[in-house]
């Protein structure tokens, strides 16, 4: 059975940060393509960052040098290290596993990013 469990997220001060992992199990994780996405109410899913097999990173032109992404192979765990948080960062983020050209396509449940004085 294929796992994607989210931790992290919650209420930060413009400005602040947040640490968000996602862990997998049921998959060859090293094989997969990594995601963040998010989503508010209304909108369609924003892909916020990938980070691929072979460590290539991509980035939302909105989040560009103020959001890493990271994997651990080892831990079958990916991360989103967010930096600089402003309101509009506010959202629902999903971590997203998918390869061969998505035939395979998993998600995490969700969790809340919430960026308020």
């Known amino acids: 059975q294929v796992r994607l469990v989210q931790f992290g997220g919650g209420l930060v001060q413009p400005g602040g940060s947040l640490r968000l992992s996602c862990a997998t199990s049921g998959i060859i994780f090293s094989a997969y393509g990594m995601d963040w996405y998010r989503q508010t109410p209304g909108n369609e899913r924003e892909l916020v960052a990938s980070i691929t097999s072979e460590l290539d990173t991509n980035y939302g032109d909105s989040v560009k040098g103020r959001f890493t992404i990271s994997r651990d192979n080892a831990k079958r765990m990916v991360y989103l290290q967010m930096n600089s948080l402003k309101p509009e960062d506010t959202a629902v983020y999903y971590c997203?596993?998918?390869?061969?050209?998505?035939?395979?396509?998993?998600w995490g449940q969700g969790t809340q990013v919430t960026v308020s004085s």
């Open positions: 997203n596993a998918h390869r061969d050209s998505r035939l395979y396509d998993y």
